[in-house]
C-alpha cells in the first residue's frame, strides 16, 4: 500500500522556519517524482516544489524560491521541504504528493498519490 505521511508542521511566528517531512513508504522514492503542494484557506491548493532523480534541476514555485528548499534522503524514504522567513500568506494545509513529472506540479494535472497534509500556521 503507497502511504506518504507528513509531519512537521505547527504554529510559528512571521519570519521564523519550518522543516516538513514526508514519508514514502510502498513505493520506491527513487523510482517516483515527490511533490509539495499547499492549500491556504479559502484558495486552490498550488504546487509548491518537487524533487526527482530522474528530472535533474530545480522545481520550485517561483515566489517561494528564495525562502523554500527541497531536499531528500533516499535512506529515509523522505522528502523534505524547508521553509524560512515565513510569512502569515505561507498558512495553509502542506501535502505531498507523487506526479508523473514534476513538470505536472504547476497546472492542472492530476497526481498519482496524495498524503493526508500537515498544517502550518504563521501568526504572531
Known amino acids: 500500500e503507497v502511504q506518504l505521511v507528513e509531519s512537521g508542521g505547527g504554529v510559528v511566528q512571521p519570519g521564523g522556519s519550518l522543516r516538513l517531512s514526508c514519508q514514502a513508504s510502498?513505493?520506491?522514492?527513487?523510482?517516483?517524482?515527490i511533490a509539495w503542494f499547499r492549500q491556504a484557506p479559502g484558495k486552490e491548493r498550488e504546487g509548491v516544489s518537487c524533487i526527482s532523480r530522474r528530472e535533474p534541476g530545480r522545481f520550485i514555485a517561483t515566489s517561494l524560491k528564495d525562502r523554500f528548499t527541497i531536499s531528500s534522503d533516499n535512506a529515509k524514504n523522505t522528502v523534505y521541504l524547508q521553509m524560512n522567513s515565513l510569512k502569515p500568506d505561507d498558512t495553509g494545509v502542506y501535502y505531498c504528493?507523487?506526479?508523473?513529472?514534476?513538470?505536472?506540479?504547476?497546472?492542472?494535472?492530476?497526481?498519482?498519490?496524495w498524503g493526508k497534509g500537515t498544517q502550518v500556521t504563521v501568526s504572531s
Open positions: 510502498g513505493f520506491t522514492p527513487d523510482d517516483h517524482a
Open positions: 504528493a507523487v506526479p508523473n513529472s514534476c513538470h505536472h506540479i504547476f497546472g492542472n494535472h492530476e497526481m498519482k498519490y
